[in-house]
């Protein structure tokens, strides 16, 4: 008897797992959550590592400040925007100029298809 009582009272002393706040799911994070400032920042970085595969890819890259515009050797372009998507918790997406959604930024490899993809379906210029 005096077991249960002593394991029953090294239980009181646990804290409640019900009592403590709710860990966050850091990998559904969001970026929009942070200063605008940081937002910026984590456009910048995404562009930056997509241009570099896209020149990796032999494409000419111009990065600017929240979009870049890849080219390929027939004169043809894509512009390319790093934007959160409030509809998927903030979290950093590629998009197409407009606003109209390529990938989450973090799937940088599918962001590289869908622009080669796009630059092929325009006519080059002759």
């Given at each position: 008897?005096?077991?249960?009582?002593?394991?029953?009272?090294?239980?009181?002393?646990?804290?409640?797992?019900?009592?403590?706040?709710?860990?966050?799911?850091?990998?559904?994070?969001?970026?929009?959550?942070?200063?605008?400032?940081?937002?910026?920042?984590?456009?910048?970085?995404?562009?930056?590592?997509?241009?570099?595969?896209?020149?990796?890819?032999?494409?000419?890259?111009?990065?600017?400040?929240?979009?870049?515009?890849?080219?390929?050797?027939?004169?043809?372009?894509?512009?390319?925007?790093?934007?959160?998507?409030?509809?998927?918790?903030?979290?950093?997406?590629?998009?197409?100029a407009g606003g109209i959604p390529i990938c989450e930024a973090a799937h940088t490899a599918d962001a590289v298809v869908s622009v080669k993809r796009?630059?092929?379906?325009?006519?080059?210029?002759?």
């Open positions: 008897m005096e077991r249960m009582d002593a394991r029953r009272d090294r239980s009181e002393d646990q804290p409640n797992p019900m009592d403590m706040p709710a860990k966050r799911d850091e990998s559904r994070s969001s970026c929009a959550e942070g200063r605008p400032a940081d937002l910026d920042e984590s456009r910048r970085r995404a562009l930056h590592e997509l241009a570099g595969l896209l020149r990796g890819q032999r494409y000419t890259v111009t990065v600017h400040s929240l979009h870049l515009i890849t080219q390929d050797e027939n004169g043809r372009s894509v512009e390319v925007w790093a934007q959160s998507r409030p509809d998927d918790g903030g979290r950093l997406w590629f998009t197409w796009a630059l092929r379906s325009i006519p080059h210029k002759h």
